[in-house]
């Protein structure tokens, strides 16, 4: 029988969750005010945050979705011109419920990673390598990786990332256990936001004003027919 | 072969339903209103009670889902403050068919421990403990435990509720049995319920006016971007 | 390996179920418009009506969700106050493609039988009775049961409704079998209407007009915690 | 252990995708401008695009959902006169990381077809088989058949299309391998997507204005009911 809570009540988790919560969150918004300057700021006002964490021993993972951008097109419609993402966030603890959240490292999971990690099965790995300079001339020079490997027992998984940096010689590693509750919260809330970062909830919804202004049905091919060539 | 109305029609099982929740929900509501005066009144304006009551022989057991809140953030922005749960409230049965709602037992499940449950095998089992004075000087004096236990032969679960008072001196425990079929329902209605309570479906909806004023893309990194360091 | 269209070509099957479904779609309609009268007519301006129909060579099955109602509350804010449903229609086949839509048998799954049936494992079954007349002085006098049996081989199911009248001396029984990907489309239709029938989309959406308003947090109780008694 | 991203680190496969969306995403709307002429402008004002695609050595495919349509009735409300649907656009590569948009085949997957996909097992095919001039006098010059085969060890599967053209003697094939974790963004995307295709997601939204002009409950029967014959 699983005992969830038995060491450490969940009365307690849950405010301590709140408190650690509201912090990183202010951490983030604030982050991304310093970033983003006034250019954004039109944006924000509106916008509605929500993050899971799990709090460990030696770190905490906090993970939020990011939601796609729109182009507007000629038509006057609009297509994702930029895939959301699902962030995750590790930063170590340094001390006994103590997080220093300036040395997190952070990891965007893109639409097909994120369909990796809702498949795994219990007994399953994966691993998904980035490098922040892809590209540019520092390419090479920053190597992330995400690892997620099972626990044993069908009990849940460790979430491992490591960063090295051979411009500063730095090896960073960070370890968070997460049980098979709190990985099905994931699981979940991953799943229910990948039609989201995709923007098929978008793309489904209809904009168009009414169906009253629904014309006859023209028999040449509608655009949206695969017959049309 | 399942039979599941065979004793019971469901026809007749529905009305009887009806009038139960009309009834649980108006005290519900009351309830609410007798706790939280005047200032919350404005923010119940509006809002919609929805949950789902299963009555068996000794005691109802009946789930509704609690929206989280948001802070409002100098960006105009907002944050998840605190988390929302399902709530499961418990009460006995006091004759045919007849329910005391004033004694009532409460347990709100967390995004986590809803998790678990969502999860939980057909042979497995889980368990919560809550202390409604954590952190208070009553601490300890009250210790509320949620289990759920299988019937054996996939066929459902036992929900129960044990609340010690230590200073009342009292020993609560409320059981109900759960069908599979019923069980399958909350499953679907939790697993429906467990981004909304995390705030997930607020911060994945789109609440820019429009993409129109979206600008030219900058070089510089976004905001939300792992890359950002 | 499954073909399904081998002989019935998808292409010809998809505009078939189109005639046959505005056909049987706008007959619910107009049948809706004669039995409710002018005092619903508000109610229905606006209303989106959708169906799953599947055409077999006896008989036809066509499913379709029904909203919960709400009742205004005192406060402003409103409760279920009747659960919404999934409508399964039956009407037999009266020649090659013909069906007698005025023959028709209806059964309204509960949210609880919508449980059972999203669950049904593959070589499971289940029957639900529904008495039209329950605690009306024509109790017992018709018989409704749904039973829903696997093919199998994982082929997918009989679906079979049983109405018998012992006033008009009649017993009908009218039987559609379902394939898996059939099947598929019901679970995931069924899956995804049960949150909405039971209300809680509604009871999940936030109604607040604005987080600004939130005030400081109180430290008596939340009318949603837990621990209020 | 999976190693997802091993050999063509999902960084760069990011900007990639992102590159290569943004070009298809712009063709496929062009192409919607230029086949549907100025009579659906207005409809197109305001519509969202958003896809899925996967870029292969050979081939690449892209999946993006279509709205279903409704049609207004006398009422004021409206019902669905045609199921959306799922569209799979292949088109083969001409060289490394080059794709001929012009040459693309497309396939729209009907709910039932998307009900197959979804719940196929790991081990399981299907096959479907559309005549695009189905009816018409050119019946059975064109046929195209899209089959899902496993790759094997639970680890993806073959998409293919044909198509054969007896008027043109051609004979086109194309075949995309999809990962396991690319088919789950599929199956989820396309879960999500179903009941919008359906129109279920309209049906059960409650576009009442309120429920403060619901009246007294009338002993006559509900148009909804079952009971009503």
Redo the contacts between chains.
Sequence with gaps: ??????FL???????F??KE??WS??LT?Q???S??AA??????????????T?FKGKAALSI??????????E?????????G?V?LTFFPAVGQRKYDYTK?Q???L???????L??LGPA????????????SSNEGMVK?SL?I?PLGSDSGYFVNITVVNSVEKTNDRLSVPV???????MR??L??????????????????PS?????PR?E??????????
């Excluded at 029988?1 to 038995?6: G, H, N, Q, T």
């Excluded at 893109?110 to 990796?116: F, I, K, L, Y």
């Excluded at 049980?179 to 919260?185: D, G, I, L, Q």
């Design positions: 029988m699983l005992r969830l809570s038995r009540p969940s009365a307690f988790k849950r405010s969750d709140l919560s509201l969150g202010s918004f982050q991304a005010v970033t983003s250019n954004l700021d039109e944006n924000l006002s509106g916008k509605r945050y929500a993050s899971y799990v939020h979705p990011i939601l796609p951008s729109f182009s507007k097109l038509s006057g419609g609009s297509r994702v011109s930029r895939n993402s962030m997190k952070l990891f965007a893109s639409p097909t990673e994120v369909g990796s809702i498949s399953e790995s994966c691993e998904f390598f980035h490098d922040p300079s892809m590209k992330k690892s490997t049980t098979k509750a709190e990985f099905s919260v979940t809330a799943s229910f936001a990948l039609p989201h970062i995709m923007g098929w909830d978008q793309a489904l919804t209809n904009h168009h169906p009253a202004i629904s014309k023209v040449r091919p509608h655009p949206d027919s695969e017959w049309e060539r």
